[in-house]
C-alpha cells in the first residue's frame, strides 16, 4: 500500500484572518493510513480543542457491491462537522470513478477547509500481475495511467483542495484572546514513484533559515 502525508503543525500568528494562500513547506506529526476512517480528531490549545479532523484514507474506489457499501458508508459521514477534512491517497482506481467518487465525497462537510493528496493508485491503474509484483518489490511506474488532473478538478468541483507538495497557512482564532494560532498544512506525495518533492515544501523555510543565520 502507498504511503502518504498530509503535516500538520501549529504556532502562533499576528492576525485572525481566514485561509491564506498555497506556499511551500511543513513539519511534524504525519497522518497516513490503510483502508482506513480515523474518527475526528483535535489539536488543542490549553484545555479546550481549537480544531478538529476528519481522516480518511485509501479508499480505492471501485463500481461494485463493496464500492456501493464504502460509499454508503463514507455519506453516513456527512452529519459529522470537523473543521478540516483530510484525504490522503488512493481515492479511486480508475478514470471511470471519478464521477461516483465526487458524489460519494461531496457530502462530507468541514467548518474551514478540505485537502487531499494523491497516492500510487490515483496516478495509476495496476494490472493484476503488477499489483502482485508489487507487494515484491516497488516500482516507480506503471503501464496504465491516470488522469489526475481530471481527478483535481472533479476533487475542486466538491470543495477538495489537492495539494501537490504544497503548504497552505490558516490562521484560528484564539477563543476569548485577541489573537490566532497559525496552522500549516501541508500535502507531500507520494515518494515511492518518486512524486514527493521535500526540497519544494521546505524550499521557504530554508531560505528564511539562511536569512536568519546570515543576519546573526
Not at 501549529?10 to 482506513?36: V, Y
Not at 456501493?68 to 456527512?78: C, D, E
Not at 466538491?158 to 497557512?169: H, S
Request: proline share 3%; hydrophobic share 35%.
Amino acid at each position: 500500500l502507498s504511503r502518504v502525508r498530509i503535516n500538520l503543525r501549529a504556532q502562533p500568528a499576528s492576525d485572525d484572518k481566514g485561509l491564506i494562500k498555497k506556499d511551500t513547506g511543513a513539519e511534524s506529526k504525519s497522518a497516513s493510513g490503510a483502508g482506513s476512517y480515523n474518527s475526528p480528531v483535535s489539536c488543542s490549545y490549553g484545555k479546550k480543542p481549537f480544531f478538529t479532523a476528519l481522516h480518511i484514507s485509501d479508499l480505492h474506489l471501485r463500481k461494485d457491491r463493496n464500492g456501493t457499501k464504502l460509499s454508503s458508508f463514507i455519506k453516513s459521514l456527512k452529519y459529522l462537522e470537523p473543521d478540516f477534512l483530510f484525504i490522503t491517497g488512493d481515492l479511486a482506481e480508475k478514470n471511470e470513478y471519478y464521477s461516483i467518487l465526487t458524489d460519494m465525497l461531496s457530502s462530507l462537510k468541514a467548518n474551514r477547509a478540505k485537502y487531499a493528496v494523491f497516492g500510487v493508485h490515483d496516478y495509476y491503474n495496476k494490472s493484476a500481475w503488477e499489483f502482485i509484483r508489487n507487494m515484491m518489490k516497488k516500482k516507480k511506474t506503471y503501464k496504465r495511467g491516470n488522469d489526475t488532473e481530471e481527478l483535481a478538478e472533479k476533487l475542486s468541483s466538491a470543495g477538495i483542495t489537492v495539494l501537490q507538495n504544497e503548504k497552505v497557512r490558516i490562521n484560528i482564532p484564539v477563543e476569548g484572546q485577541n489573537r490566532a494560532i497559525r496552522l500549516e498544512i501541508a500535502g507531500i506525495e507520494d515518494p515511492v514513484i518518486e512524486k514527493a518533492d521535500i526540497n519544494k515544501v521546505f524550499a521557504e523555510e530554508s531560505r528564511n533559515q539562511g536569512k536568519s543565520h546570515s543576519a546573526g
